[in-house]
């Protein structure tokens, strides 16, 4: 297939004149030797100028049958030990980490015209960390954690707010809806972090971070 079979859906490759209304693209990323304070201040920027959700990223993990899988989750957790999102542990994506706890994460924000990319092995989060975000959530998006099988066959969307609506009358808006066992969180622990920022002619910035015995070691690499 050409690029001429979806003209109206895919766009066409820069031009020169597209890159002259920019020519010197971003500035480059900094020499630093700590790409969690880079990743931070990467996200602050971005929590200033996305449109929508400027800390989801995708998750690929591994299948049963050795397929990749990818979706679309939310971080709500950065720190030295790693990041850590939550989710339904029954899901598609919970049982395969629970099997082969590697994954990996890619964040794009399109106003900065930056990507972060993150490889790492996964452990779960502590309980007491799982139940102190839980409580966080509004009342209805708890409930609706409950109510789904996540990732499991589904006869109607009627049957799904059926058991919405009968949770509602049990619990209410009330703050003391339990965390069910099923629903937890992960932490993705990096092995290696790439960050790459967008330039002029595809001349794009692109630095690695590797993690070794003593601390991270950087390089950067070809676009």
């Known amino acids: 297939m050409s690029q001429t079979d979806t003209p109206d859906i895919i766009p066409p490759s820069p031009s020169a004149a597209d890159y002259a209304t920019d020519p010197n693209g971003k500035p480059l990323i900094p020499n630093t030797s700590d790409p969690i304070a ?40 950065v720190t030295e030990a790693g990041f850590v999102f939550f989710t339904n542990l029954e899901s598609a994506k919970g049982q395969q980490l629970a099997t082969t706890p590697k994954a990996a994460l890619g964040f794009h924000w399109k106003s900065q015209r930056r990507q972060v990319r993150v490889r790492g092995t996964v452990e779960p989060v502590s309980e007491e960390a799982a139940d102190e975000y839980f409580a966080t959530r ?62 002029a002619f595809r001349m794009h910035d692109r630095l690695k971070f590797t993690r070794a015995d003593d601390g991270w070691t950087t390089g950067r690499l070809y676009p």
Do not use: C, H
């Open 138 to 199: 509004a009342a209805q998006s708890r409930i609706s954690a409950i109510a789904s099988d996540q990732s499991r066959p589904l006869n109607d969307r009627a049957e799904f707010e059926q058991r919405v609506a009968e949770l509602s009358e049990i619990f209410g808006d009330g703050p003391d809806i339990p965390r069910p066992e099923f629903w937890g969180g992960f932490r993705v622990v990096p092995v290696e972090i790439e960050f790459w920022q967008d330039q």
């Open 38 to 77: 880079l990743f931070k201040a990467w996200m602050a920027e971005a929590r200033e100028s996305e449109l929508n959700d400027s800390n989801a990223m995708s998750l690929a993990t591994i299948g049963a049958d050795g397929m990749p899988d990818v979706r679309v989750v939310l971080l709500k957790e």
